[in-house]
């Protein structure tokens, strides 16, 4: 070949690379994601930031909040971009280092504005809001409500309020022993002689199981044991227990500690086990405000047993609030992924594949998570009001004052209907979470997105602090029992405010004259307050059937407990409505006609995935119930026009967000890959490279198989 | 103090230490765990092994099984015992060890026999399942579906089919494009001096994305791109493309490869992404068993496309296998543990709490997932027989055979059921082995009970191989379209026989005379041949309006994408029902009694939860739907009789089960505990002792803050 040929076909080897590559570049203008977004936010009729501050109580709360969300993102102890590489160690280990920063605000902060502190938290590092909340919430928290003011006073000078030379663990359920705290196997027996209880572990089935802070982090514990005092015993009682010396951290003599190891989430907190072995401590060390015990072995026990509950009401009402929260970080990242991912084309003369959020069927999927988060976080309100007006009334109230019936009779509205949607939100939000993780397609799967993680972490808001069944089942028998007392005569609270009219519900057809009249709040209330009080009334008529059968009370539960839990599920949607409508009215003129679309969106899909009750009951007719099916699409299409709007409201910051997939300017794929990458260097070491060599070297040294040819020569 | 009475007060002591601790040893005789589970053996009206043998399709089916589960148990490289607390990268080098044993039966074993194994391997390890799937099933299923004889000859000689020198994996997906193929970006551009395909990844969004087995282990791939030939597209082909040197592992110039990284499962399988710059490919390098491009660069596409999608299915069909199979096992973890577990008691007379499983709601929990176990074994063997008879078909079927509309009529109907099939039986287990998990309480929550990680690495059988909402919609569109065909007179697939007796079904009321009827296989049948004929015909109907009303077809079908999912979804209950009673049918005798029950809690189960178009379609009176939800409860009772017999039949070791508290003898605290302990040392480093010492030293130096103290006295 010449020289000049050689050149010559060079260069048309080189003319037919760019002829090539031009080729490739012929694609019509397409929006970009960051235009797809930019897009839905000038759709708003409303006024974005006005709704964040109605959400947050007020614009000096939304303040608050971006303060809170500032100084996390600026910390780097609570550095979040890589949570979803480090180790099951390397996260206790940072769980550990934010302490410092936080202890700093329990002390420097009043405790409302500590408490949205920990809100915030909460939605960024569940695992420490976990840790944290088990020295302040549970160990201290134990303290406050069960020690006398002598021992509480005694423990905060120990350091127990200042975390400073101890930190605490809440020692209650064990391996075999879970929701039902009477039948805890640890005993507490009572030494007369030396004036100590000696704490005992008598099986494996007794091991202290679960205990958050117990495996690395703890030095005491309040460990529930049953008080056994000259052989008689008395029940379930809490006893303060050192385990490790606070300086070295060696195991005290007689405690055996050791790590529950790997969970479905929350890494962040060292869950442990603890088996007591005669361990020794002094009478004193007993938490005595309710029960308590003598020098000479007395046992007296206090006369309002069921004010020790208000405790528990504490967590459930945080986990409603909770579930709000994440509900409606999930919607923000499933929400923001669907204005921007475009598949398949919906309109033959686009020219760009359509964006998920236009298809009616992801409309259907998203919308009413959307609208639920908007229902949680009113309710969330709403509860938080409730336990505050009680905790009010009861410190305000001493034991013989005449208004204590009134007292005991918020005790147990408050109780039941803070379990009843402790169970209704944590499984709601848990399901949306796994259904916009969903809607994400295959990125769903992906650590970074998110709501993996996510999901992980949340999940164990349904079993623990009262496992979801028992307490819908507990929120059902406050149903029943309410509902004896209506048809007694007695009047009942707001929450259960459908009892009162029994016999005007019960018999009472649909108010509807025309279809319209069904997106109505006073309709759909209505109907909630129908079927509900003919699902309680079914699980308050087979329960009174029962006891004349000659049963129990507690077998005549028993039996109807599948009518129960129904009543319970039935209860808490119309609740929740009542909720959100109610909010709704008070809501500024601005934000009204927004708000009641997300609002219906909420009652009629709720009406819809509940079908079958509201035609059993014969509120509605079958053809009636195809309205609603058809509005809740109608409804879908009219709130997703302003839904981008509706989640930015929720003003939570990319940092809060921590997904590549929910950024708020909709750069999601340049976003995605740059998180993947900087996770995930290129070049990193081959994790098992001699490994896939050997593999295929087989044929590299020799095409032939080896072993085999010599053994045909043989 | 003498030395006597010291002597005797240090015996006073030592006896009262003695007193204190017998004091902890006055409980009454209770059944031990063991104990709890044996007499749940005895209460079985069948023979167990009957029943396996009946649902592995005979003994000779179970002694396979059981030799599988043997080999993989005796196999070091599928220890299982740690793989909760392994890292990504650990799982990833384990997951490479196991390819040596399974590559050597690939070629041991004939097809069926080893398509068992691999079923018993994704039980136990389906991040291995996948990352040998991908292989073989993607891979090389994409070469023998694609290529040429010769083609396929070709690559079987470089080691395709040995996994000798060369290990593949399948690039479809890329980051902005999953399910809408058609619309991804990668070009494959024909340069015909050359005579090569220049593959070009053109934009961030054509990155391939989640390629399993590009990240470390791929040294070639199947590439899905837009094939370009003289400046026209052709829509996506498929090319070979060669990744790294198969020595040396190093990428090829033009290859850009990286790691996805952590993900919510399935971390043994290396996902990753690839970017192609300008890499070239002989033109014999596309796979061109159905389009050609000569060496003139014409391009000759096939007669018949609908014929690839046979090699979709296949994937389809295995993931509703797999979800029967992973049903059964996540139920016979919470169905031994409910056996064994204790809490409260419905029976103040008994000594000992309540066995879980001895409660209705628990029964009502767990019994129709129980039955949704059976019910989605025989579908999945039923499923598996359709596409068999499909495949068998395809291969002895020309193009221009006569009976070639006979073949593309069975595509049509294997591929619409299996796609419907696949989103239906994936979201419900995904439901199921969540709803398991939380029937372990707080239990559920540990790494080491199993069912956290099962639901992780199930969940990624909703999203793949076919979106489920996006299949349930062409499942839904199929149904449509049959439908319309069975309005014009033509005779309907035996899956959709209710659509050859429109005129009967819709004009029909409920056939029952009184409720017992209800019990009624041909009931219940019917039943679901009444709603699901009217909720087909209403998306129907729906579809229709909107093409009358001028919209095109794919207009119409998305204006009834919500009717058409419910009919779907409705048909998909139905179709499963009576895929369970027809095995039912044809049972031996002696286990014809158990199944019947087990099979009519699935329908009427099914019944319940769709009560809304059971009512809304007047098939059942609200009062007899009453009768059905009482007789669910029935059932529950009665299938709880038996259910560890009904679970034992599902023959999986304990090796397979994975869990502690799903142990075949019952000792599930024994065993939980010893696991906990293997996998969390006593003793081992603390992980953050520095840290902790010196947040709670700040008072151990000196009782007063310093800090505070100073500024004070400044």
Request: glycine residues 8%; proline residues 4%; negative net charge.
């Amino acid at each position: 070949m010449s020289e000049s040929s050689a050149t010559q076909q060079r260069l048309a080897t080189v003319q037919n690379h760019l002829q090539v590559a031009s080729c490739s570049a012929e694609e019509p203008k397409k929006k970009t994601p960051v235009e797809s977004m930019t897009e839905e936010r000038v759709k708003a009729t409303f006024n974005v930031r006005d709704l964040t501050y109605f959400l947050d109580g007020g614009e000096k709360f939304t303040k608050i909040r971006e303060k809170f969300m500032m100084e996390l993102e600026r910390d780097p102890t609570f550095r979040m971009y890589d949570m979803y590489d480090v180790t099951k160690d390397e996260i206790r280990v940072r769980t550990m280092e934010k302490f410092r920063t936080i202890v700093h605000y329990v002390s420097a902060e009043p405790v409302p504005i500590f408490t949205m502190r920990m809100q915030t938290i909460s939605l960024i590092d569940p695992g420490f809001w976990t840790r944290f909340g088990v020295h302040y919430g549970l160990f201290f928290g134990a303290l406050r409500g069960s020690a006398t003011s002598s021992q509480f006073s005694h423990w905060v000078s120990k350091g127990a309020l200042a975390l400073n030379g101890m930190v605490g663990c809440f020692a209650m359920t064990e391996l075999g022993h879970g929701s039902n705290v009477a039948g805890l196997e640890t005993t507490a027996t009572f030494d007369e002689a030396a004036d100590q209880f000696v704490i005992h572990t008598p099986s494996v089935t007794a091991t202290k199981w679960w205990i958050g802070g117990a495996a690395h982090t703890a030095t005491h514990t309040v460990c529930f044991a049953q008080l056994i005092v000259r052989g008689k015993r008395y029940g379930v009682k809490s006893f303060v227990v050192q385990l490790r010396d606070t300086k070295t951290y060696a195991l005290l003599p007689g405690i055996n500690i050791g790590d529950i190891g790997k969970k479905m989430g929350r890494d962040g907190i060292d869950n442990g086990w603890i088996q007591f072995t005669n361990v020794r401590v002094p009478r004193t060390n007993m938490l005595m405000k309710h029960t308590k015990v003598s020098r000479a072995g007395e046992v007296k026990e206090p006369p309002m047993a069921q004010l020790t509950y208000g405790a528990l009401i504490q967590g459930r009402v945080a986990m409603v609030v909770d579930s709000g929260n994440i509900a409606k970080k999930a919607v923000t990242i499933a929400g923001r992924y669907a204005a921007v991912r475009r598949q398949f084309s919906s309109n033959p003369h686009e020219a760009q594949e359509t964006k998920l959020i236009d298809y009616a069927i992801h409309q259907y999927r998203l919308m009413p998570l959307l609208a639920m988060a908007y229902a949680f976080h009113f309710t969330g309100v709403e509860t938080q009001k409730l336990y505050d007006n009680l905790m009010d009334k009861i410190e305000s109230t001493q034991p013989n004052d005449a208004s204590m019936t009134d007292v005991l009779d918020t005790l147990k509205e408050t109780h039941a209907t803070s379990a009843g949607l402790k169970a209704f939100c944590t499984w709601s939000t848990l399901n949306a979470i796994e259904a916009c993780r969903q809607t994400l397609g295959g990125h769903g799967y992906s650590a970074y997105t998110g709501l993996a993680t996510t999901y992980n972490d949340f999940a164990v808001h349904c079993t623990w602090e009262g496992d979801n069944t028992i307490l819908t089942l507990q929120s059902g028998r406050y149903l029943v029992s309410c509902y004896r007392e209506a048809l007694a005569g007695k009047k009942q609270p707001e929450g259960v405010d459908y009892l009162n009219h029994l016999d005007t519900l019960l018999n009472q057809g649909c108010a509807v004259k025309k279809n319209e009249d069904i997106l109505d709040f006073g309709i759909i209330q209505e109907a909630w307050g129908v079927v509900t009080a003919n699902v309680v009334k079914k699980a308050g008529d087979d329960f009174e059937t029962s006891l004349k059968q000659g049963m129990n009370p507690e077998a005549a539960y028993e039996e109807c407990s599948q009518a129960r839990l129904a009543a319970a599920k039935i209860h808490s949607f119309g609740y929740v409505f009542r909720r959100f409508a109610q909010a709704v009215g008070s809501a500024p003129e601005g934000l009204k006609a927004v708000l009641t679309k997300v609002c219906l969106l909420y009652g009629l899909y709720s009406i819809e995935q509940n079908a079958g009750f509201f035609l059993q009951y014969r509120y509605f007719t079958p053809s009636q119930m195809d309205y609603v099916r058809h509005q809740v699409n109608v409804l879908c299409r009219a709130v997703r026009e302003e839904y981008i709007p509706l989640i930015d409201a929720f003003n939570l910051s990319d940092y809060m967000i921590n997904s590549p997939l929910g950024v708020y300017d909709g750069d999601i794929y340049e976003k995605y890959f740059a998180q993947v990458k900087r996770q995930n260097p290129v070049g990193a070491p081959h994790p098992y490279l001699p490994l896939i060599q050997s593999l295929l070297r087989r044929d590299i040294e020799d095409d032939e198989p080896l072993e085999d040819d010599e053994d045909d020569e043989e």
